[in-house]
């Protein structure tokens, strides 16, 4: 089947028009009629082959939903016509520890929705900027947000279920002080998940002109991190801190802030290495500096359950497909509040 689909060839080229094939559905795959696709910071980090190993033609996007077209013979918890969604993960070994435990981000058999290897041409997954896609059923996800929530529901699948899975799995919640360092695609998520849990959001911004919108989101409180004071006002208070920064920066300023046995999460994937931090702002309060990687799609589904009962979408600006280059020049100025969603039907 071919479909009309947005990708490069090369890390020189623009993005642009191109003709891409999707396999037959087969017993247990899910055809899905796109209808919006997040615009993720990685799609365009792997693109212009700024991460090793880009396969071309590459055509990104991991933050899908749609409709299902289609289903395999031997499919039974999606039926054409449902809302549904697509994440980062279209396969994996499903038999080792990790897929086991629900946790397939970590299988080291792990297929991205692009950029991995499969038997499908090219010979590598080619990704949501695109009319329609095929999935195995296990990594298909319900959509209960209203359809008319549904493009605002796109980035939920990556920035999402990035924040979801550390403030869960350390236990975000009443009683809890969690900071959210920075205010962006992923950290506006993390603010309002974070409060929906419970717990006391801290968002740490380098600009006084984000103030308003982090409390807007539902921080409790704002701090500029530039401002010396205001950061030591917060000294050994914070249970978890959530840093979604992708850019190298000082991570002792903000592991100083965590209370004994706190823990800092990074999110945030940088091109180069973060400063070294000093050891001892771990040895002395027993501290933890640790990393998250989207999340599994169990806890996928149950971030989508927990998004769709507190009425929580990301903020988002809507672009037509020939707009793509325009949002990522955009997107690396940090121009967008806070997330790009591509309308599939400007394809």
Known sequence: ??????????????????????????????????????????????????????????????????????????????????????????????????????????????????????????????????????????YVLKITHPEEQLAAVAPLLCAGITTWSPLRHWGAGPGRKVGIVGIGGLGHMGIKLARALGAHVVAFTTSEGKREDALKLGADEVVVSRDAEAMGAHAQSFDLILNTVAAPHDLDAFLTLLKRDGTMTLVGAPAAPHPSPNVFNFIMRRRSLAGSMIGGIPETQEMLDFCAEHGITADIEMIRAEEIETAYERMLKGDVKYRFVMDIATM
Request: aromatic residues 6%; hydrophobic residues 35%; negative net charge.
């Open 1 to 138: 089947m071919v479909v009309k689909a947005y990708g490069t060839q090369a890390a020189t080229l623009p993005l642009e028009p191109m003709d891409i094939t999707r396999r037959t559905v087969g017993a247990h795959d899910v055809q899905i009629e796109i209808l919006f696709c997040g615009i993720c910071h990685s799609d365009l980090h792997q693109a212009r082959s700024e991460w090793a190993g880009t396969l071309y033609p590459c055509v990104p996007g991991h933050e899908i939903v749609g409709r299902v077209a289609e289903v395999g013979a031997h499919v039974t918890a999606h039926k054409p016509g449902d809302l549904v969604g697509v994440g980062c993960i279209v396969d994996s070994c499903r038999h080792c520890a990790e897929c086991d435990e629900g946790l397939e981000n970590y299988c080291d058999g792990m297929v991205g929705t692009y950029n991995g290897q499969t038997a499908d041409p090219p010979g590598h997954t080619l990704g949501g900027y695109s009319q329609q896609v095929v999935v195995h059923e296990h």
